[in-house]
Each structure stands twice: as structure tokens, then as C-alpha cells.
């Protein structure tokens, strides 16, 4: 059977398309991909066999990749849906376009840089049967050593992007206040409802989808999945984190073929996208007050940085940077107010 190809226009929003009842799928797995080639086929080689042992469909969506990314997904995965994008819509829209397509009765996000453990995918669905409560939920974040990722998170605050910038959170994890975002101090052993799970891997109920109306797709890049679950919280649904669901992330795949932007230093993130995000994200859910509150933190912490680091001119100037790009998203967003024009 040859791949499903679909031509999308970024202009135009899809209905989806009609359910045959008689043959749902279980889950519909979504990945969205841009100039990742080579780690994409090792993504959807490990789906594939997940996909053989439950009632499943594939859908790739390509953001307009260079590299012959939806060629590859066509010759060697056929029986996955390949839809491919003239321009790149961003993870959010991307998502969204995958959606209106799926059958599934409930939907997977899965990365690029994403691999999943064996068994996975069906426990997950197990653990959805099993809890008619949870809307979304994600599962153990591990890196290619075996290190643990952040997995389950605290939704973003003043507080606790005080507690991150200072640096107070990495240095004391095991801490309940000081390691409060990152869940640093709970057992990553323990199931556990949280606030909101990253995107790499996250299974959601169908009725989520119908009752949030998917991603925002002013969130070009970042956040886009912790308002989906804040909005998620707020339609009545819990989110967990299973630890028995394993998948291993690289982590930064696609934000890495992008060269012309700044990368922060820790993350592998395009810092002016996250600090638009970031605006964007605080200005919908906590106001004007707080939004200015985030920016001024962050500008401050690196005015002290530039202060403390006197003597190092790298450091400075690098200081000098995120300060400049801090005042450049605050400048593109109006303040948290407006979505850039798209594609960032």
C-alpha cells in the first residue's frame, strides 16, 4: 500500500476526514518533523514495531524539510500517512494539521528525536483505559545514556522561573521548594499527576481535542504543549506521569538544523523563539503584570551576570545578547500580546 500523501495549505484549517466506525483505530501516532532525516527513520522504524501490537496509524506531518525527510517516510514507510507542508507551520500548527486528520480514539505526539521503549505505546493506552480521568499524560524522558529527562512539571511561574534562573534549582534538586518545577526531588519511579508533560511524548484522549480545540497555534515553537495542558486542567481532565512508559530523547533534533538564530546554553533552544513563547504563555494565562515581571527577571539576571563577570568579555558579551534578544521578544509580541508573523 503506497503512503497517503496530502498537500497542506497553511492558510487553509481541515475538517479530518470520515470515520469508518467498523474500523477505528486505537491511536493515532503523530510526528512532525523538519530536516530530520536520518534520526526520523530511526523514530519510525521503532513506531513501526510498536505499532504491530496495537490497533494504530502513523500520520507525518513534514514542515517544509530540505532534506528529502517526507521522500524517505514515502519509500520506506508506506503504510504511514505523509502529509507534507509548503512552508513550515511551526509544532503547534503542525500538530494541529495531524489532528484533523487522525482516527485514532486517542492521539500520540511523538518527536522526531523520539524513541520509544518497548511496549510502550500499549501500556500507555492501557493506562487510558484504565483512568477515564486523564486527558493527557506522558511517560519516562531519558536521554541516549540512560539519564533521566525532566518528565513531569509544575506549570511555569514567577517563582519558579526565579528558582531556575538563579540557578537555586540546579544546585539544590532534591529540595521541595527549590526543585518544585522539575519534580527534581519526587521518585521518578512513582506515577504521579503534574501539571503539564513536554511534547516528545504525550498521549492524549480524543475528547480533549474536541473540548480545547487542539494547539494554539500562536505558539510557533515552545509552550505550546504546557498551555494545551493548562487548558486541559481547566476543561476538568487530569495529567499524569507514567514511569513504566519509557522512550528515549535526544532532545533539541530539529532546533538544531536551524542555524541562524541564537541557541541558548542549556536545552539546545532557539532563545528568541522560547522568550516569545514565553511572553506569549504569560501574557494569555497570568497578565501584563507578570509577563512584565518574567521579562524584567531574566533581563536583571543577566545584568548581574555581565556585573559579576567583569572580567570576561565572552561572558559579558554574551550577557549583553540575551539582553538584547529579552528586548527584541518583548518588542516582537508587543509585550506578550501578539503572535509574530508565521513562520518564525
Known amino acids: 500500500m ?47 514495531e ?35 507542508s509548503p512552508v513550515n507551520l511551526g509544532f503547534a500548527a503542525a500538530n494541529n494539521r495531524g489532528f484533523a486528520l487522525a482516527r485514532g480514539r486517542y492521539l500520540v505526539l511523538l518527536n522526531p528525536d523520539a524513541v520509544l521503549g518497548v511496549g510502550a505505546l500499549a501500556r500507555a493506552l492501557d493506562h487510558m483505559e484504565d483512568a477515564p480521568g486523564v486527558g493527557m499524560a506522558g511517560g519516562r524522558l ?25 540557578g537555586l534549582a540546579a544546585r539544590y534538586p532534591r529540595s521541595r521548594l527549590f526543585g518544585r518545577f522539575d519534580r527534581s526531588w519526587a521518585d521518578p519511579d512513582q506515577p504521579a499527576q503534574v501539571d503539564w508533560v513536554p511534547g516528545a511524548f504525550t498521549i492524549i484522549r480524543r475528547a480533549v481535542l474536541t473540548r480545547t480545540g487542539g494547539f494554539d497555534e500562536r505558539f510557533f515553537l515552545y509552550y505550546e504543549e504546557v498551555d494545551l495542558c493548562r487548558r486541559t486542567v481547566g476543561a476538568g481532565y487530569e495529567v499524569w506521569y507514567w514511569p513504566d512508559v ?36 504569560y ?10 515581571g518574567v521579562a524584567a527577571l531574566e533581563s536583571l539576571w543577566h545584568r548581574l551576570r555581565s556585573a559579576v563577570n567583569a572580567g570576561n568579555a565572552a561572558k559579558q558579551a554574551d550577557s549583553r545578547r540575551q539582553v538584547g534578544l529579552i528586548r527584541q521578544a518583548w518588542a516582537d509580541t508587543a509585550g506578550g500580546a501578539l503572535c509574530p508573523p508565521r513562520p518564525w
Open 50 to 84: 510498536e505499532l504491530a501490537g496495537v490497533r494504530g496509524e502513523a500520520i507525518v506531518v513534514d514542515n517544509a524539510s530540505s532534506d528529502g525527510s517526507a521522500d524517505m517516510v514515502a519509500a520506506l514507510f508506506p503504510e504511514m500517512t505523509v502529509v507534507r
Open 142 to 166: 531519558q536521554d541516549t545514556a540512560g539519564r533521566l529527562q525532566p518528565s513531569g512539571r509544575l506549570f511555569p511561574s514567577l517563582l519558579n522561573e526565579l528558582l531556575v534562573t538563579s
Open 283 to 292: 501574557r494569555k494565562h497570568h497578565g501584563t503584570l507578570v509577563t512584565w
Open 2 to 48: 503506497n503512503a497517503a500523501e496530502v498537500e497542506v495549505n497553511a492558510a487553509e484549517v481541515e475538517d479530518g476526514l470520515p470515520w469508518n466506525v467498523d474500523a477505528v483505530p486505537d491511536v493515532s501516532v503523530i510526528v512532525v518533523s523538519y530536516n530530520t532525516k536520518d534520526i526520523l527513520r530511526n523514530c519510525l522504524a521503532r513506531l513501526r
Open 246 to 281: 519509557e522512550v528515549t530523547h535526544i532532545g533539541g533534533a530539529c532546533s538544531k538544523t536551524v542555524t541562524s538564530l541564537e541557541f541558548s546554553t542549556s536545552g539546545s533552544q532557539l532563545t528568541l523563539w522560547r522568550m516569545r513563547s514565553a511572553l506569549l504563555y
